[in-house]
């Protein structure tokens, strides 16, 4: 469905008498994000071993083997990625059919159309316009402008878009399993879903509670090396073994000073005795 989304945006800058400026742009964009999407699958597959590996460059076919190229992560644990993309396909191939037939009843219906309503917002006018009147073998194309698209291509947007998120959440769990939450996102708020596959391409596919379960072991062991960094904390060894905590009186032998008598400090002046009377050489007394 990007093709209309182009197309629209493209729309939105030009005036309605030249759609089919939007419509060229719109598919030539088209074409370049399918061939990204196209290779990145291609090599997914050839990869892992899948078969029917052309399905990748047929449309609506593309999107049922985004769902092969997701097997191995089951959103669901009785449900196979498979015929979830079986049913998105589906229903992107009855909403396709949809839009090109609104878009040719509106382009039919448009010179028929009068402005009901005009409202400003934020300084641009926008004008609402209706078909009140118009040929007989165009009345479908009155009923397409008027309410084709509020009242069934817009559910059939919505359910589209459900089934849609499914698949690219489980493909990019299997092949981007770290950012899959912010790939899956930004393929559906923005059509640039084929660059996104084409980036994680090379990436080995995995089962995403297996990935849970690795990342759980590996949080595990970063946990227990540091427990067993943090019960030998080399500054810990030191801070216990260090020259502070031993007693600075003990003995090199183990012996503490304290456990004899202090040697005299003047010893060596006359091994503990009075020392003699240096005027003795002047008198007797």
Known sequence: MDFFEYASLVSSFIVEEKRWVGYIVGGLCFAIIFIFQAVALYVISGREGYKNRWFAFIPFLNTYYIGVCAQK??????VDTKIIALVT???EALLFTGFVINEVGCNLAMPFAEVVETNEI???TITIKEVR???????????????????????????YLFFEIIILVAFF????????????????LFPIQGILFFIVRNNQGMNYRDFLRAEQERQYKMYSQYRQQYNQNPYERNYNQNSYNQNPYSKPDGGNEGDSQAAEP???????????????DLGSK
């Not at 092949?175 to 996102?185: G, Q």
């Open 73 to 78: 992560n089951r959103c669901f644990k009785s």
């Open 89 to 91: 396909a589906v229903v």
């Open 122 to 124: 934020y300084g641009m």
């Open 133 to 159: 009147s118009i040929p007989e073998n165009l009345a479908w194309a009155g009923w397409c402008y008027n309410y084709f698209y509020e009242y069934i291509l817009r559910w059939v947007e919505l359910v």
């Open 173 to 188: 769990q299997t092949y981007a399993s770290r950012r899959y939450l912010l790939f899956s996102i930004t393929s559906v």
């Open 266 to 280: 003047f010893s060596e002046y006359g091994n503990g005795k009075e020392p003699d009377d240096p005027f003795n």
